[in-house]
């Protein structure tokens, strides 16, 4: 993990971090980005730090410009000819505090004294286009995990950050197949990547099921139940998978979720008759 925040070298941070966490604990089709939608339906907004306050410019979506199509197996959300999840971290420009959008303007005392320690002070600003690329969404989503980390986020969020970031490689990786790429060593780079971070939400929702309060970043429990059942799947622990999703089988009155799950009891089955 020595690279893990190599990202961030260019802004001035550092990290000699060895674990995100605070204890040890199918592949998608290729899809076409549509680069004139992304222009359409982006827009520049002001924001203020709750950190330094400095009120800085960030990219948003207009979500009623684009149209949902479904959630895969890991709960990533799909859109027609658009990845909005790469534009969900807002990053201060002043300060380097990062955090997802929804969760941005709550932030601790503790948080903000380690941000101004441990960031704010090395933190060198980086200016970003209008539309960001996957590179850029990647960068921004580190930073609000290193961010995560040094502020004391509770494991939960950890995961969540961690298994964004996997999407946002998965969503990278099939940019680049949907474009008939040739750059197959890249290719397998991402893929290699998004297993990794999908690793560590795995490690980090496992620490958070024991210990934290629900919902956990939104999830309730037969949901993140589920979910782990799915992390267990993608890392090819498939026995672990099959105990996790017994727990939720039959629990739940959610239509969606309830499909979910007999798909994932489905998969499974098929790598029993394998």
């Given amino acids: 993990m020595d690279d893990l925040f190599k990202e961030l070298e260019s802004m001035g941070i550092k990290s000699e971090k060895t674990s995100i966490f605070n204890k040890s604990a199918a592949e998608p089709t290729a899809r076409k980005i549509n680069p004139n939608l992304a222009k359409e339906v982006v827009y520049q907004r002001k924001v203020p730090c709750p950190v330094c306050g400095t009120t800085f410019m960030t990219s948003s979506v207009r979500a009623g410009r684009i149209r949902f199509s479904d959630s895969e197996a890991d709960l990533r959300p799909i859109y027609s000819g658009f990845d909005p999840v790469v534009y969900d971290v807002v990053v201060c420009s002043s300060c380097g505090y990062a955090h997802l959008n929804k ?9 903000i004294n380690q941000i101004k320690h441990k960031i704010s002070s090395s933190y060198k600003s980086k200016q970003y286009d209008r539309v960001y690329s996957y590179e850029d969404g990647i960068e921004r ?25 996997s999407w946002l490689y998965r969503g990278y990786w099939e940019q680049l197949k949907g474009e ?4 197959f060593s890249k290719i397998k780079d991402l893929q290699d990547q998004e297993k990794i971070f999908s690793g560590y939400a795995l490690e980090g929702f496992l620490i958070a099921f024991n210990n934290e309060p629900y919902p956990i970043v939104g999830l309730d429990q037969n949901t993140l139940e589920y979910l782990i059942a799915e992390l267990h799947r993608r890392q090819g622990n498939l026995s672990e998978a099959r105990k996790w999703l017994s727990r939720v089988v039959g629990k739940t009155n959610s239509k969606r979720l309830n499909e979910k799950i007999d798909v994932l009891r489905e998969l499974l089955t098929e790598k029993e008759e394998e």
């Fill in 103 to 111: 969760y941005f303007k709550t932030v601790s005392d503790y948080k």
């Fill in 180 to 183: 008939r790429s040739k750059e």
């Fill in 141 to 165: 989503y580190k930073l609000a995990l290193f961010n995560s980390i040094e502020g004391g986020d509770l494991d939960g969020m950890r995961a969540f950050l961690c298994l964004k970031i």
